[in-house]
């Protein structure tokens, strides 16, 4: 099992450019999340996504968009990248809600906007 | 607004001793919480999670959990330097059509020799 994969591990773009970051998981689970770090703070919530055709915001998701068409992959979309974004950014997945279950991450991007 | 508070430190134990990390949340509905460790520029990973009040205990892990007073905290006994790390306290809540993790902004354990 490969867990969860992101891609790239890090990208560099120009304000105003777009780009899709890529996340996906072998473990077959239904829940996925798409998460922002930013220096010194804790993991604040962008997307989610509760299953295939399913994704609902967070609490932080202006500027971005989700799409989940299969099981293994949420990719988020950034439009109009803005400095503001300069993130870390983590795609997380786990198998139910029943109880809260683990949420296992993927290794990040590191996103920097000029 | 939920939150869930940790204090940022760092907390700088000796090798040997015990470290003791805490969190506070606001939401009284919450049902399960997480001790996750993140090394510098690597991603979360689970050390512990609890459900019920008192105490759970994993190795030289032991989280505490205290509902009424709406705190968890973390035990790491006989702390070693490989334990230098930041743990993010996250709290989680079934709104009815999702289950979300909500996260401290962590508290950084700096294990001195």
């Known amino acids: 099992n490969a867990g969860v994969t992101q891609t790239p591990k890090f990208r560099i773009l120009k304000i105003g450019q777009s780009m899709t970051l890529q996340c996906a998981q072998d473990m077959n689970h239904n829940y996925m999340y798409w998460y922002r770090q930013d220096p010194g703070m804790g993991l604040k919530l962008i997307y989610y996504s509760v299953g295939a055709g399913i994704t609902d915001k967070g609490e932080v998701p202006n500027g971005y968009n989700v799409s989940r068409s299969t099981t293994e992959d949420f990719p988020l979309r950034l439009e109009l990248a803005a400095p503001s974004q300069t993130s870390v950014y983590f795609c997380a997945s786990s198998y139910s809600l029943a109880g809260g279950q683990e949420q296992f991450f993927g290794p990040g991007t590191r996103l920097t906007v000029l | 607004q939920k939150e869930v508070e940790q204090n940022s430190g760092p907390l700088s134990v000796p090798e040997g001793a015990i470290a003791s990390l805490n969190c506070t949340y606001s939401?009284?509905?919450?049902?399960?919480f997480f001790w996750y460790r993140q090394y510098s520029g690597k991603s979360p990973e689970l050390i512990m999670f609890?459900?019920?009040?008192g105490d759970k205990e994993d190795g030289r892990f032991t989280a505490q959990l205290n509902k009424a007073s709406q705190y968890v905290s973390l035990l790491i006994r006989d702390s070693q330097p490989s334990d230098s790390a930041t743990y993010l306290c996250a709290v989680n809540t079934y709104t009815g059509t999702a289950s979300k993790l909500t996260f401290g902004t962590g508290t950084r354990l700096q294990v001195t020799l």
């Open positions: 939401d009284r509905g919450s049902q399960s």
């Open positions: 609890i459900y019920s009040n």
